[in-house]
Structure formats: structure tokens, C-alpha cells
């Protein structure tokens, strides 16, 4: 993952920038264990892979939370430069969901920059709709 992530172009709408391999060593050891130091967050993240070859080309993830009763996922999707523009985020972001949705979670969100159209789709093919809600610059999505 750590040559498909580190690319300054991806971090156009998200900022930041990219990290060594070191840095991504760290963060993986930290998302595998599956839940935040505390619990109360659930941690997925998948690669997403080329059907035929295996090569990866972008990861989808989802933090799992409780509101009141509910569970309630907030998705991220991201895919190689190379790769985007071919429906890897869409399927992998679709298929992601309905797990979610088999594991009783009935809600999603996504925070998308405004000028991300691309990520904008992604958003309405899962059924969110912008909520008119800003967090850090990135519009808030919802399904209902």
C-alpha cells in the first residue's frame, strides 16, 4: 500500500500529506487490533484489490459507533491515482455497506470536500445525501 498511498495528488481534497513507510507500519499496527484504545470505536479497513491480478489499488474503511441504539458507520475511500475514474471505489464502498448492513448497522456517513465530485458520487451511489453540515472544510453525507 505505502507506493499507492504515497502520492501528493491524493491529498488534494483531503490534505496532509503522505507518509514513509514507517509512519503507514505504524498506523496499520494500530487499525489491526479492530477497535480504539477505549472500545467505544469499531475499525475497519479493507484493501481493495483488482479482481483478476490481486495488485492492490486503494483501500475503503469504516469507524463503527453506538448513537443511543444504533449503530452507526462512518465510510473513507481511497484509490491510487492510476486507478481512479474505473468504479473501484463505488463497488468496494457498496460492498463494504452491505456488510455493514448485514452486521445491523443502519446508518452511514462520509465527509467529502465540496469540490470532490468524484468522491461526491460515490457518496449518492451509497444512498447519502449532503446534509448541508461542514466538519474540518468536508461536507457531511448521510443516509437517512
Known sequence: MAPLLHDERLHEFIGGEPV????????????VVGHSPD??????????????????????????RLDGDDRIAELAWVVAVPEQGR???VEAALGMA??????????????????HRASARVAE?????????????ELRWATR
Not at 514513509?20 to 487499525?31: E, F, G, I, K
Not at 470505536?41 to 481493495?48: D, Q, S
Not at 451511489?125 to 472544510?137: F, P, S
Open 39 to 64: 472500545g467505544v470505536l469499531g475499525w475497519l479497513n479493507w484493501i481493495v484489490r483488482h479482481r483478476r491480478s490481486g495488485r492492490a489499488v486503494g483501500t475503503v474503511q469504516a469507524t463503527v
Open 125 to 137: 451511489r451509497l444512498g447519502m445525501h449532503a446534509t448541508g453540515v461542514l466538519v474540518d472544510g
Open 20 to 31: 514513509d513507510l514507517a509512519r503507514l507500519r505504524t498506523r496499520y499496527a494500530r487499525q
Open 87 to 89: 468504479g473501484y471505489a
Open 98 to 115: 452491505g456488510w455493514l448492513d448485514r452486521q445491523a448497522v443502519r446508518r452511514l456517513i462520509a465527509h467529502v470536500h465540496p469540490d
